[in-house]
């Protein structure tokens, strides 16, 4: 792991002017460093993001009008008609293609949270509801759910319905990696060391796993291993799990299985720290006398 360090050096002297040693004072500058990293890279996203959103209303409009027509045609021919099932195929693709839009501009988008106190059991249970419903309608089979709820109270104050997309998410990946059946298990438990700081929700499969090499790259936008990917769901669940000040990680073993965790501080005032407020924990002094 590397670490930035700065360090300063001041001389210590006598009444006499004559040099008996040295004070150096150390500030580690890694979260500033990264912090650093994640503006610039920020910029970067942001000029891309506000391309990407226009050219994606553009597209938007057509597409719209595609699947509309289409629709209307396929109305009107018999389902012996062989030109039936190309007209199912042209709705299918537009289908899929204002999913893809629709992902793009809620990347691209500035975050809008709507913060209410709220019960995690809850939240997951929703998700978890359309989870089901996914399974039933594409007849998935030898998939098994299970709940490991670990919190008395577990009242949170958050925005529920980006946190449900965030954990539907996370619980649909976890199905796509396990095509031949496994478990999902959910669980929730206190993170922290004396009192518990927040909550952590874990999601863990027994899928094919992920790779070490990719492993570090999964949500990074527009990355993706899959073919019909557009690698832009884990990079909004990032986004959705820092807007609340959260941090989520993952752990996985190939064809054994992945665990993701989020952790979502309880009490939280939803505003950045500045660098001095932490110079306290960051700096640290050496002295030496000569």
Known sequence: ??????????????TNEKTIGAVEV?????????????????????????MAASIAHEIRNPLNGIE???????????????RKKLVKNIIHGTKNLNKTITELLVFA??????????????????????????IKQKGIQNVTIRKEYGLDMDGLKCDPEKLQQAFLNLCLNAIQSMPSGGNVVVFTRSYGND???????????????????????IFD??????????G????????IVEAHNGKISVESQENKGTAFYVNLPVNC????????????NNEFLVSQYL
């Open 1 to 14: 792991m590397v670490k930035w360090v700065e360090s300063s050096v001041s001389l210590i002297k006598d």
């Open 26 to 50: 150390f500030r580690d500058l890694s979260e500033i460093r990264e912090l650093e990293t994640r503006l610039r890279s920020a910029d970067k996203l942001a000029a891309l993001g506000a």
């Open 68 to 82: 509309g027509f289409s629709a209307l045609l396929g109305r009107d021919l018999d389902e012996s008609d062989p």
């Open 109 to 134: 988008r500035p975050l809008r949270l709507n913060f209410k106190n709220s019960s995690i059991s809850e939240i997951l249970d929703k998700a978890l509801f359309f989870v089901t419903e996914e």
């Open 195 to 217: 009192e518990p700081e927040g909550i952590q929700v874990g999601i863990r499969d027994t899928g094919i796993g992920i790779k070490n090499e990719v492993i570090q790259k």
């Open 221 to 230: 936008p527009f990355f993706t291993t899959k073919q019909d990917g557009t």
């Open 232 to 239: 832009l769901g884990l990079a909004i669940v990032n986004k």
């Open 269 to 280: 005032d939803y505003e950045c720290e500045t660098f001095g407020s932490r110079w306290e």
